[in-house]
T-cell receptor, first 111, second 114 residues
Framework: GQNIDQPTEMTATEGAIVQINCTYQ??????LFWYQQHAGEAPTFLSY????GLEEKGRFSSFLSRSKGYSYLLLKELQMKDSASYLC????????????FGTGTLLAVQP | DTEVTQTPKHLVMGMTNKKSLKCEQH?????MYWYKQKAKKPPELMFV???????INESVPSRFSPECPNSSLLNLHLHALQPEDSALYLC?????????????FGPGTRLTVL
């Protein structure tokens, strides 16, 4: 079966750093995505990891350890607009990409 | 144009109605997807079209019928739905079906079945 776990909710302070963890057990693995979704809006792409290590993109970084089935999203210099759900998604399958999403982490940034 | 558009934004239908959801992208993407998202849950994959051919059906009930008339358009035909089908229906597209390609999501159609 496929299983992707994330914490349900997190709270952090404006200007701080927060790390959102994701663990996965899937029947295949072709890479891991992080998406941001504001309430009532579409998910938007944040990052993609397929090799072990850290990918940095501005205030957002994502880390992957394939051997541990583990990823995290690191958000620095938090802003109020970062309050959203953060979805970890594993790509797997054969010729065609399939994404299975984790349960999502609702991040609340407080002043 | 890096946008996926969906119409309508909201739809209310009875269990005997027939309606269609529409999705359009002009990014030249050759893979398109339908997802269903219930409140406070992650999106769940329903269908994948690759090069205008249905490549994945995640055991979706036949009351949902997808159609890909051309490489830019994706429809989802609805018939005899149940109240539990009420959800946000998201369309997405990617360059092709390769796993490394990010998916671009539309804003969704919020469907209510009475």
């Amino acid at each position: 079966g496929q299983n992707i776990d994330q914490p349900t909710e997190m709270t952090a302070t404006e200007g701080a750093i927060v790390q959102i963890n994701c663990t996965y057990q899937t029947s295949g693995f072709n890479g891991l995505f992080w998406y941001q979704q504001h309430a009532g809006e579409a998910p938007t792409f944040l990052s993609y990891n397929v090799l072990d290590g850290l990918e940095e993109k501005g205030r957002f970084s994502s880390f992957l350890s394939r051997s541990k089935g583990y990823s995290y999203l690191l958000l620095k210099e938090l802003q109020m607009k970062d309050s959203a759900s953060y979805l970890c998604a594993v790509a797997y399958g054969g010729a065609t990409n399939k994404l299975i999403f984790g349960t999502g982490t609702l991040l609340a940034v407080q002043p | 144009d890096t946008e996926v558009t969906q119409t309508p934004k909201h739809l209310v239908m009875g269990m005997t109605n027939k309606k269609s959801l529409k999705c359009e992208q002009h990014m030249g993407h050759r893979a398109m997807y339908w997802y269903k998202q219930k409140a406070k849950k992650p999106p769940e994959l329903m269908f994948v079209y690759s090069y205008e051919k249905l490549s994945i059906n995640e055991s979706v009930p036949s009351r949902f019928s997808p159609e890909c008339p051309n490489s830019s358009l994706l429809n989802l035909h609805l018939h005899a739905l149940q109240p539990e089908d009420s959800a946000l229906y998201l369309c997405a597209s990617s360059q092709d079906g390769d796993s490394s390609n990010e998916q671009f999501f539309g804003p969704g159609t919020r469907l209510t079945v009475l």
